[in-house]
């Protein structure tokens, strides 16, 4: 059965604003609207499709900000393209996107060739907001739903990836920020996302020489690395724990997200070498690529 909209809510939303209630931000922003879409619930999570005169289009999930029509290349861009460019050397890979309801992640991996790129495995549990995302976001449009490259599952990541015996040369994971609090309180347990279990069944299907890359959610300068970037220390010290060579991390500023935004990815390959992109990119360029590999001293010490 579809996700039915919530009327009152649209009503509420429409030439209203959207107070962000974030776990993981420290302040809270505030957006005006002029239209809503569509409100309501998945069976997993609450949805709102609304346009910002700030930044056009734009998605919420749970009380929190996910992407917006005027910067999610930026976003998008940046979470795809460093860990395929390192590993462009590799022919035909198999790629695994976890989330990404938007369409938009892979999107960006189908701007791969076919020689690149063989197939793509995309899972997001919530196949409702997959089909939300498709009428009202448009942001990836029919050609990267009929890519006979692609295969969507509706299905939980961690009980598809108990399910199968296929191993990936590229996972993506794009899910919402890791909350460091909920992590540090919770047991171990099968479906806690960047926990114990989660990490051991994503490198049981990496291959020997595949490369791993996530968003860590918001960042802000300071030596306290902890405090300043808890989710992407805590993406190296447990998800990443047992990597030895190749985890780098990176950031960029993304306007509507209201401050810069941390990845990490693990990777054989050295992602600064001199490769052209794929064709049609709005933001990625080699330029682009090293600055976002750059930490300036203001940052403190990162590693």
Known sequence: MPAIPNKELMAELENGVFAETACSAEVHTIYPLNHCHWAGRTKFQDVIIADCPAYGKTLFLDGEIQSAESDEAIYH???????????CNVPYKKVLVVGGGEGATVREVLKWSAVSVASVDWVDIDGDLVSLCREHLRWADDSVYNDPRVKYHAADINMFLDGTKEVYDVIILDLPDPDVDELVKS??????????????????????????????????????????RPGMAWVRDNLFKDVEL?????????????????????????????????AGMRVMDTETLAVAFTWPKYWGVWD
């Open 77 to 87: 861009e940046h979470l795809v393209h460093p860990l395929l460019y390192s590993l």
């Open 187 to 228: 047991e171990i347990k099968d479906d806690v996302l960047y926990g114990e279990l989660f990490r051991h069944r994503i490198f049981s299907h990496l291959t020997m020489t595949g490369g791993v890359v996530t968003h860590c959610g918001p960042i802000r300068p300071g030596g306290d690395e902890n405090k300043s």
């Open 246 to 278: 190749g985890m780098l991390p990176y950031h960029v500023f993304i306007p509507s997200f209201q401050g810069e935004w941390g990845f990490m990815m693990v990777s054989p390959s050295d992602p600064k070498k001199e490769v052209a992109f794929p």
